[in-house]
């Protein structure tokens, strides 16, 4: 019988009308957009489990960790934050970035309505009271990645304290070393909130247990590749969507186990599509949960999803860090060169993704691209001129879809991809 987490709601100041209602809804869709796909692989069951208790067991699970062991709840919006450090220190990692229009009327009471909608959902999801997960955090820590979300800490550090590191643009010298000494900057942030010293046996446990979790996920990724595809993009892009939530050991265990289950479909040549089917591949801003809405309008035309390049995607879990220095300073110097091969468009120049996207396009064998935008995201609409240039020379068909979290445009960007899926065969 499912556990009444009421009485946890209620003690975290949520409002449990509205929240009843966000569930009730993720309720309806969840099973419409992922219990009705055929031949999912049974390590699935696992992720709809948390997805269906997803305001309740990881919260109620980090709130005991929390009682047990005083560590500290970090709330996070970006992969440049280093996960490593806040587990080396006892603390808890979360991602709170937001998937859903759920909550911007509640952003709109007190921000712009014309943001980006990843930002406007969390916005929201804050000022509304609407997730448990904002709710049992410590501090946040923001970064200086994009403008809106620059000037988005000002505000939400008046309701929640808010730590911000700040990301340089490029990747020079210069900026490394800004990079490094941010990452120290926030180790101090950390050893304060915790009450503890790094050690380098510590900070070398968080990388292990940070870049087995990248290891989970690449095996995933690499299973995708596949013809036919052993799992269907909407399944993959939960589990990538999951590793910002569940607690990281189990995770990565249950990860691995799936990706079993994969590559043993793989070597039996099972796919949950037909080996002709429209092959796509994702690059853009990131797809949080419960933003399903590409994925669902390939894969109900006919195509699949074979992989994402975006943060919700392999910028999340594409390079390690490396584990063997044996110094504080060390490690901190790997983790920022982990950190700074991720190429998000924040970045000038950002060369390294148009190479990245082509490498995974031809090892996925796509047929095509769809570059994904979150509307107002100027860093990925304006990067995707290079893009398209790019991916043309190298014979990539691409088509770049530009949308926020509502449903309206659904029925335009359905004929849009059947087009192109038509185009491409
Ligand atoms: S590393 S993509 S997680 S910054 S989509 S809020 S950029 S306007 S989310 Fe991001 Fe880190 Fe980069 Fe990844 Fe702004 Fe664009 Fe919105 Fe974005």
């Not at 509205?18 to 009705?36: A, K, Q």
């Not at 990881?58 to 490593?84: H, N, S, W």
């Not at 410590?138 to 000037?151: H, I, N, R, S």
């Not at 040549?269 to 797809?287: C, E, M, N, W």
Request: charged residues 30%.
């Amino acid at each position: 019988m499912a556990v009444d987490r009421h009485p946890l709601w209620k003690s975290l100041g949520i409002d449990l009308e509205r929240n009843d209602e966000f569930l009730g809804m993720l309720g309806v869709v969840y099973p419409e957009v992922y219990l009705s796909q055929p031949n999912r692989p049974k390590g699935m069951a696992y992720f709809d489990e948390v997805t269906f208790d997803i305001h309740g067991a990881p919260i109620q699970e980090m709130l005991d960790e929390k009682e047990r062991t005083g560590a500290q709840i970090v709330g996070t919006f970006c992969i440049y934050v280093p996960d490593e450090i806040i587990l080396a220190l006892g603390g808890i990692p979360v991602g709170l970035c937001g998937g859903s229009a759920y909550s911007f009327p509640d952003a709109d009471t007190m921000m712009p309505r014309n943001i980006c909608p990843l930002i406007r959902s969390y916005v929201g999801f804050k000022v509304g009271k609407l997730s448990p997960f904002f709710e049992c955090c410590d501090f946040l820590v923001g970064e200086t990645t994009c403008d809106a979300k620059k000037k988005t800490w000002e505000i939400l550090d008046d309701l929640q304290p808010t730590y911000v590191m700040e990301l340089p643009q490029r990747k020079d010298e210069i900026d490394r070393g800004l990079w490094r000494e941010e990452i120290a900057r926030f180790i101090e942030k950390m050893e304060e909130a915790s009450g503890k010293k790094i050690t380098v046996d510590a900070l070398k446990d968080g990388i292990r247990r940070v870049n087995a979790k990248r290891r989970a996920l690449k095996r995933l990724y690499e299973a995708r590749k596949a013809v036919p595809a052993p799992i269907s993009g909407k399944d993959a892009l939960l589990v990538s969507q999951l590793a910002f939530y569940d607690q990281i050991d189990r995770f990565t265990e249950k990860v691995n186990a799936l990706s079993d289950e994969l590559e043993a479909r793989v070597r039996d040549g099972v796919g949950v599509v037909a080996k002709d089917a429209p092959r796509l591949f994702i690059s853009g801003t990131p797809q949080v949960i419960p933003n399903w809405k590409i994925h669902h309008v390939v894969e109900s035309s006919g195509g699949i999803v074979v992989g994402e390049e975006t943060c919700t995607g392999i910028r999340y879990f594409n390079d390690l860090v490396d584990e063997s220095p044996d110094t504080v300073d060390g490690l901190i110097d790997a983790l920022a060169s982990r950190s700074l091969s991720i190429n998000c468009s924040c970045f000038t120049p950002n060369d390294d993704r148009i190479q990245q996207v082509i490498e995974w396009v031809k090892a996925s064998r796509a047929d095509g691209v769809i570059y994904y935008v979150l509307q107002f995201c100027h860093a990925y609409n304006v990067e995707y001129v290079k893009m398209e240039r790019a991916l043309r020379e190298a014979g990539i068909p691409v088509l770049k879809i530009e949308s926020d979290y509502g449903d309206e445009d659904v029925g335009q960007i359905k004929t849009r991809i059947e087009a192109f899926m038509e185009q491409i065969a």
